[in-house]
């Protein structure tokens, strides 16, 4: 069982930053895709932002320019960098880390975070 631990939510006023953490057991890098999904409350879970292999991130629309994935191999931390937050960004984010096995997706999650973006 792998578990991954977050941190780092919070309250903040629109147009402020914040940055999730999400702590692995092992090397970052074992996992093939390490993403945040968030879901807010009355919605579905969402993808917000991935990173798969060494350099590929992909986001959601509404991120774009403004979330970073990143992962700290040295650490096994990935982080979520959250900058120009809007109110509609409130919402429980997960980690999440996948490894693909035979064929097979096995996907881990941690246990959310509240973040909170007031207006």
């Known amino acids: 069982q792998v578990q991954l631990v977050e941190s780092g939510g919070g309250l903040v006023q629109a147009g402020g930053s914040l940055t999730l953490s999400c702590a692995a057991p092992r090397s970052i890098f074992s996992f093939n895709t390490m993403a945040w999904y968030r879901q807010a409350p009355g919605k579905q879970r969402e993808l917000v932002a991935a990173?798969?292999?060494?350099?590929?991130?992909n986001y959601a629309d509404s991120v774009k320019g403004r979330f970073t994935i990143s992962r700290d191999g040295l650490k096994n931390i990935a982080y979520l960098q959250m900058n120009s937050l809007k109110p509609e960004d409130t919402a429980v984010y997960y980690c999440?880390?996948?490894?693909?096995?035979?064929?097979?997706?096995?996907?881990?999650w941690g246990q959310g975070t509240q973040v909170t973006v007031s207006s």
């Open positions: 990173a798969t292999g060494p350099v590929t991130t």
């Open positions: 999440n880390a996948r490894r693909l096995v035979t064929g097979v997706n096995y996907d881990y």
